[in-house]
């Protein structure tokens, strides 16, 4: 009987699922597993109404969950009791998204991983383990190079009026939002990080215009000031990238890297692909 595993990797608001097996599968897609914000059986209830009947056709030997919040066995543990209520036969592995970035992106080969998505992280991977992992300090002191952090930029230049014309009238184009509301949605509602990730958009859309460059370039550089300097292997590892912000903001990160010293690796917009390599390969007897 073929032997088949189940991939996750989660965020607070999606979770990408993968079957593999000696052929892979494609992915479906749930709601988030957040154990900051749900508790086991919440998890269960949620899960078997978004899960494709045919999930429970295949024999799936083990459970490999990479998911936000995860990083402390207590929170690791409630998605893995609510994963082995709805899989009582199978391994189930629960670890931090982080980690799930350090595989996809390194393999079982030492390098350093950073995520540039909604928030931002980085770590020191050794191929087995994480072995040091900059402090991150959220989107209010920290994100650096993030989605939070570069629309937090693009917030300040509005409001602060520091835009010219052309682009202050494309902003309010585009959002048709005022101080008042804006205020509002980062202070007083749920979610500030992703409202303020969502001003990311304006920075693609208006590529080559200096001070959209200036920014995008700003504020990737302090994640490099502040993350990857930290890292004693920084000059004889490959530093490889992650998420939204990564994939569309390549080229800043190639300049950088090339004026920093830093061997670039792989730089890719979702974890799912090379954590479907990496445990296909695993599970065939390559690594």
Known sequence: MTEFILLADSGAT???????????????????????HMESALMVDLLKKEFPDSIYEKPINSVFFYGTGC?????????????SSIFPDSNIHVTHDLMGAAIALCGNKPGIACILGTGSNSCEFNGKKITFNSPGLGFILGDEGSGAYM?????AHYLYQQFD???????????????DEILH?????PYPNRYLASFAVFLSAHRGHYIIENIIEDSIRSFFDQHI?????????NV????SISFHFKDKIVELCEAYGFELGDVIKQPMSGLAKYHKEKLIGNI
């Open 14 to 36: 999606k979770t990408e699922w993968r079957l593999i097996g000696h052929v892979s599968q494609p992915s479906f897609f749930t709601s988030g597993l957040s154990p900051y």
């Open 71 to 83: 990083k402390t066995n207590p929170k690791a543990n409630i998605v893995k009791k609510a994963l």
């Open 151 to 155: 629309g937090r930029k693009v917030i």
């Open 165 to 179: 014309k052309i682009l202050t009238d494309s902003f309010e184009e585009q959002f048709k939002t005022n101080k």
């Open 185 to 189: 949605k980062v202070y007083k509602e």
């Open 229 to 237: 300097v930290r890292y004693k292997s920084r000059f004889t590892s």
């Open 240 to 243: 490889n990238f992650v998420g």
